[in-house]
T-cell receptor, first 114, second 115 residues
Framework: NAGVTQTPKFQVLKTGQSMTLQCAQD?????MSWYRQDPGMGLRLIHY???????DQGEVPNGYNVSRSTTEDFPLRLLSAAPSQTSVYFC?????????????FGPGTRLTVL | GQQLNQSPQSMFIQEGEDVSMNCTSS?????WLWYKQEPGEGPVLLIA?????ELTSNGRLTAQFGITRKDSFLNISASIPSDVGIYFC???????????????FGTGTLLAVQP
């Protein structure tokens, strides 16, 4: 198993550009989520999904869209990038709701918005 | 929203020393988790705690779920250079319904170990 994979590993955008951060898992996990990590702050939940076709907002959803068309993939879209979205983004998955002790994180995508 | 206060922010110690860090909250949690993050990687779960007063060990790591359910600590004994990284606590609030697995993360403790 590859676990949780994220692409790209690094990305630089100009203000106003759009892009999609990819996340995939091969463990057949129901639950997937996106976090952002900023200096001096803990990880903050952006969006999450409890299964294919179901998504919901986390703590800091503004400026981001998600969809979950398959169990394996959970892409995060930035529609119009802003410098405030410069951060490290982590995708995570776990087998089902409530099993946070089996949550796996991807290696992260480091995004800079100029 | 809920916040976790994690301390200390950073620690610079000599190999062989013991380390202690803690997290406190103004509200209760049902689960406490401790993660380690190495440079360029995502967090990796070290220990999970499920009930007040629980004390759990994982090798040289020991963590406890506070009796009040508002705090937790992590101890590392006899530190070694590979313990270097950022340690995060995370708490899962009580489940109030709805499809959520939300975790609240602490701000992290940076640990540096000098050989």
């Amino acid at each position: 198993n590859a676990g949780v994979t994220q692409t790209p590993k690094f990305q630089v955008l100009k203000t106003g550009q759009s892009m999609t951060l990819q996340c995939a898992q091969d463990m057949n996990h129901e639950y997937m989520s996106w976090y952002r990590q900023d200096p001096g702050m803990g990880l903050r939940l952006i969006h999450y999904s409890v299964g294919a076709g179901i998504t919901d907002q986390g703590e800091v959803p503004n400026g981001y869209n998600v969809s979950r068309s398959t169990t394996e993939d959970f892409p995060l879209r930035l529609l119009s990038a802003a410098p405030s979205q410069t951060s490290v983004y982590f995708c995570a998955s776990e087998p089902s709701r409530g099993r946070t002790d089996t949550q796996y994180f991807g290696p992260g995508t480091r995004l800079t918005v100029l | 929203g809920q916040q976790l206060n994690q301390s200390p922010q950073s620690m610079f110690i000599q190999e062989g020393e013991d380390v202690s860090m803690n997290c406190t909250s103004s509200s209760i949690f049902n689960t406490w988790l401790w993660y380690k993050q190495e440079p360029g990687e995502g967090p990796v779960l070290l220990i999970a705690l499920y009930k007040a007063g629980e004390l759990t060990s994982n090798g040289r790591l020991t963590a406890q779920f506070g009796i009040t359910r508002k705090d937790s600590f992590l101890n590392i004994s006899a530190s070694i250079p590979s313990d270097v990284g950022i340690y995060f606590c995370a708490g899962q609030p009580p489940f109030y319904g709805g499809a959520t697995n939300k975790l609240i993360f602490g701000t992290g403790t940076l640990l540096a170990v000098q050989p």
